[in-house]
C-alpha cells in the first residue's frame, strides 16, 4: 500500500513542532489501513534529528544530509522530495504550513504535477483513498471541505499547532536511511549564504501554543510592557494588532491577522484589540480566545471563550501577578 511521506522541517538543527503534528495526524488517517508513515528530513548535520520522528510514529526515516543544505533551498530541497516521491509514489505528501512549508509545496506539487491543499485544520480520508481536506477560506469566515480530483500524490500542508502529535515512544531500532540522490548533482540558480534573525530570539508567532497581544486601546508602545510581561510570566509569545503595528509601536512581523500572520495557539490573549474581522483571519482558529477590552459591545467578544469586560490597564498587569503567583506556587 503506498505510503504517506511527512516532510519533517527543521531550522537551525531544531525539528519544528508542526513536523511532529503532520506525523500524528498521518498515523490517526492511516491507522485503519496500516500504510507506512515514511518522515523526510532535509539539513546540514541533522542525523541525530532522525530518532524524533521515529518517536513520534514515522515507521521510516529518509535524511538527506550535507553541508550545501545547512540553508533552505526551495529548489535543492523541492528536487530532493520529488526524487524520493517518484521512488516511493505516496499517497499524499504532508509538511506544515510555515515560511517554509508554504514556498515549498507549491514547487513539489508543480514539480509532480500534484494537487495542491494549503493550510488544512482538518484531514479525513475518503473511501476511495484520496483526502478530504480542510481549509479556512475568505479570511476563517468558512471552512472549505476540499477533494483532489486526481487523488494520487496528494500535497498537503497543516497549520501549526492544529493538529496533535503522539505522545513519543521509546526509540526503537526504526530504518533511518541516508538519501544521498540529487544532492551533489543540483545546481540552483540562487543559494542563501547567510541569514539573520530579525526577532533576536523572539518566540515565533506561528509555532507558540500561548500568544498576548496588544492592540490600539494600548494607547502608546510604551505600554506594550504590560504585554510583554504577561507573555514572559506565561511563556507566550507577544504579537500586536495591525492598528498597533501601523502606529509603529511594533514591527510587522508581529502583526496577527489578513496581512499579517495566522497562528493557531493553544490560547490568545487579545488586549485592548476591538477584533475586526481582518484581526479575527489570523487568529480565529485559536484553542481558547481571552479578550480584554473596556468595550462590551467590542467584536471580540463574540468570538472570545472568556470575556474581561474592562481597563486593561488595570486588568493585565492583575494577571500576571496571578500567573506569577500561581507558577511559583
Ligand atoms: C485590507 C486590510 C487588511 C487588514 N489586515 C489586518 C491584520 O492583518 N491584522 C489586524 O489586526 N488588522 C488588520 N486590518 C485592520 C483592521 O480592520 C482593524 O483596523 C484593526 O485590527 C484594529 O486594531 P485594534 O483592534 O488594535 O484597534 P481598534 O479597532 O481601535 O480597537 C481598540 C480596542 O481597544 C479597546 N480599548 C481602548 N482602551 C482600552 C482599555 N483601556 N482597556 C481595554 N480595552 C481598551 C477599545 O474598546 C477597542 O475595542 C486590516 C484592514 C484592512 C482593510
Known amino acids: 500500500m503506498n505510503p504517506i511521506l511527512v516532510f519533517c522541517e527543521q531550522r537551525d538543527g531544531r525539528l519544528k513542532k508542526v513536523g511532529l503534528e503532520a506525523l500524528g495526524e498521518a498515523c490517526r488517517l492511516t491507522k485503519p489501513l496500516e500504510r507506512e508513515i515514511i518522515a523526510v528530513v532535509i539539513g546540514s548535520s541533522v542525523s541525530a534529528l532522525a530518532q524524533e520522528p521515529a518517536r513520534h510514529g514515522a515507521s521510516r526515516v529518509l535524511v538527506a544530509e550535507d553541508p550545501t543544505l545547512a540553508y533552505y533551498s526551495s529548489e535543492i530541497y523541492s528536487t530532493i522530495l520529488t526524487e524520493v516521491a517518484i521512488r516511493l509514489q505516496p499517497v499524499a505528501i504532508v509538511m506544515g504550513a510555515t515560511a517554509m512549508g508554504k514556498d515549498l509545496a507549491p514547487k513539489l506539487a508543480a514539480r509532480l504535477t500534484s494537487a495542491l491543499i494549503q493550510d488544512c485544520v482538518a484531514l479525513e480520508m475518503d473511501t476511495d483513498g484520496s483526502l478530504l481536506a480542510t481549509r479556512p477560506m475568505y479570511g476563517g469566515k468558512l471552512h472549505a471541505v476540499v477533494k483532489a480530483k486526481n487523488p494520487l500524490m496528494q ?5 501549526p499547532n492544529v493538529f496533535s502529535p503522539l505522545e513519543p515512544q521509546p526509540a526503537s531500532d526504526i530504518l533511518v536511511e541516508r538519501l544521498t540522490i540529487a544532492v551533489n548533482g543540483t545546481r540552483p540558480i540562487a543559494r542563501v549564504r547567510e541569514t539573520h534573525k530579525t526577532a533576536g530570539g523572539r518566540k515565533e508567532l506561528t509555532e ?17 510592557t504590560l504585554i510583554e510581561e504577561l507573555a514572559a510570566a506565561l511563556g507566550a509569545a507577544v504579537g500586536a494588532s495591525r492598528a498597533a503595528v501601523d502606529a509603529g509601536w511594533k514591527p510587522h512581523s508581529y502583526q496577527v491577522g489578513l496581512t499579517g500572520k495566522t497562528v493557531s495557539p493553544q490560547l490568545y490573549i487579545a488586549c485592548g484589540i476591538s477584533g475586526a474581522i481582518q484581526h479575527q483571519a489570523g487568529m480565529s482558529s485559536a484553542r481558547t480566545i481571552v479578550a ?19 481597563d486593561l490597564f488595570e486588568v493585565v498587569p492583575l494577571l500576571t501577578e496571578e500567573v506569577k503567583k500561581l507558577k511559583t506556587g
Open 155 to 159: 500535497i498537503v500542508t497543516v497549520r
Open 208 to 224: 507558540a501554543s500561548i500568544i498576548v497581544s496588544g492592540g490600539r486601546g494600548l494607547k502608546g508602545p510604551e505600554h506594550f
Open 292 to 310: 480584554i477590552n473596556n468595550n462590551p459591545n467590542a467584536p471580540i467578544f463574540k468570538l472570545a471563550s472568556y470575556g474581561i469586560i474592562g
